[in-house]
């Protein structure tokens, strides 16, 4: 069962929403481009608008010197990303490193290459993404950075059916991103299975994901509630057929996924369609504690966790694993 059936299901039998019309969308229909569109110019829009609209929060997100800190203003998501690319620029060091980013994003990955490219003695830049919008951007970029044109690849594809004989170059490290919370998207299991495919022995996973703790869910619902989550869930229901009604709705709940509790962020956009209203699921997002971020990995990605890091209120986490060799 997907995360969003096993959200609806709970929702709808035991929640608030009892007897509302509730209707989801998986992550592929809200960001691929990989399947002719019924509407080839409004799809292209709306996909490049969702794809801007997560560049601007993260350029927000690492610009803003207070987001994320203590209460003594240390530890901010820049300084974070600070961090992140010193460690990534240390295994990195006089070895010949291919940067794989699953669903890539130019903010961040700027800062890390303009690092690692000085690290490495090569550097081997492959983006995969089931938006095809990202290419140019990603592309205006990195080249400037990675300088060769031989060194940057770009895949437009669904990550699931990529392989390691893909993503196998020759090199002494493989360091395989997942940014902006996407490993919360899917089930343990299904992330677990994507990193198997994935990663051989000289492979890192390094994972960007924002926390549950106790004292920290005024971080999430303020997250979704910010501007940028909100227009995305418009854009959401837009490319889906349905007219928003106003903003949507963030819920925090308590799932058993896997034979674990979860905490996951819900978002339900107020739609109408056909003169029937009801709710559209725009987001669901896992958010883990960090002890279940480090046996998740360690359970279902058959990894070792070298490093991790955190933002100052602890709310990111930043997560360096090495992938074990098959017993």
Known sequence: MSLNAVVVDSLTRRGPYQGDALWTVENHAKYSTLQPPSDPAQDHRIHHQIFLLMCALNEQGIGADGLCTDRQGHGSLKSLLTQLTQRLAALSDGNHVHYVELGPEPVKTRCILARLTRAAATLRYTAIDINSTSEPAMRATLMPIIADPARFHYLAADYRSVTQETLRHDQDLTLITMFGFQEGNEPPAAT??????LAD??????????????????????????????????????????????????????????????????????????????????????????????RVRRLHGNCTVLDELASGDGSVRCQIAQHLPSP
Request: proline letters at 3%.
């Open 192 to 197: 677990g299975r994507l990193i198997r495919t």
């Open 201 to 294: 022995e000289r492979t890192c996973i390094i994972s960007e994901m924002q926390m549950y703790e106790e004292g920290l869910e005024s971080c999430i619902t303020a997250f979704y509630a910010h501007p940028g989550m909100r227009q995305f869930s418009s854009l959401v229901a837009l490319q889906q057929g349905f007219v928003a009604l106003g903003d949507h709705h963030v819920h925090l709940v308590r799932l058993k996924i896997g034979g674990e509790l979860l905490h996951v962020a819900v978002t339900l956009q107020p739609v109408e369609q056909r003169q029937q209203r009801g709710y559209l699921l725009t987001n669901c997002c896992i958010k883990y504690t960090p002890e279940q971020f480090r």
